[in-house]
């Protein structure tokens, strides 16, 4: 199914980014592990991948880790940093073997040395890729991404423009996301591309994220083309 087949007219997407909400609590309503959530959702992270670049989507971004979630309970986190080990290059293979480009983005130092070099020969193996892209945020929060941006360019000694403090941010290069959805119910950013997301267009959803379906993606999409993108300037400016 391509794009024009969920959408008449309207505008669509280039770039959706993700928050993916509430893995844990799925899990809890069930009386599982948070880990068998959290597996769910990496599992249901790459469908929506898959589905997103079958419409005709070219970058997707997914919270995958915060740098406030390394402060939840240390078997969370291991158990997270497990799952990564024996599905991450399993899975997101299955989707950048099509062509598609992955980065991570984030402070990937505090991660564990052999997760590291996961991510590191994963980008490296898809470099060759161009047009697609998926960007994993890991060990990721806004705030310190900002600052950092900012000691970049003081170390550079140069006053900075809006576009050569994009190009100081983890992702650089990459066109903001046009479309931001959030799952589990909460309504907030929660430390998230707070920059890119200056005219982001947000899309909320009660549903914990393993029960996020292609289908959710689709409204979500047609909600987006039927919004009226002004970037501060009037209607009447737009049909000029």
């Not at 670049?53 to 402060?71: D, H, M, P, Q, R």
Request: proline residues 3%; hydrophobic residues 35%.
């Amino acid at each position: 199914m391509g794009k024009n087949t969920i959408i008449e007219g309207g505008r669509f997407p280039k770039h959706i980014a993700i928050i993916m909400d509430g893995n844990g609590r799925w899990a809890k309503r069930r009386l599982l592990p948070r880990s068998v959530g959290h597996k769910h959702g990496m599992e249901r992270m790459i469908g929506l991948m898959e589905r997103a670049f079958e419409l005709g989507v070219e970058y997707i971004t997914v919270y995958a880790l915060s740098t406030e979630n390394l402060k939840r309970p240390k078997e969370e986190i291991d158990g997270l940093f497990n799952l990564m080990r024996n599905h991450f290059r399993e899975y997101i293979g299955r989707v950048c073997a099509k062509g598609v480009r992955l980065r991570a983005i984030g402070d990937t130092s505090l991660l564990p040395e052999d997760l590291q070099q996961i991510l590191k020969d994963s980008e490296a193996e898809t470099a060759k890729y161009e047009g697609k892209g998926i960007n994993v945020a890991v060990c990721y929060g806004a705030r310190d991404e900002i600052v950092h941006a900012v000691n970049r360019a003081i170390e550079k000694g140069e006053k900075v423009t809006e576009e050569s403090f994009a190009n100081l941010l983890y992702t650089e290069g990459i066109p903001d996301p046009d479309l931001i959805i959030r799952t589990g119910k909460e309504v907030r950013l929660s430390n998230f591309l707070l920059y890119q997301a200056a005219y982001s267009e947000l899309y909320f959803s009660k549903k914990m994220f393993p029960e996020f379906s292609d289908r959710d993606l689709d409204k979500a999409i047609k909600e987006f083309s039927k919004r009226t993108r002004r970037f501060g300037k009037t209607d009447d400016q737009l049909k000029k």
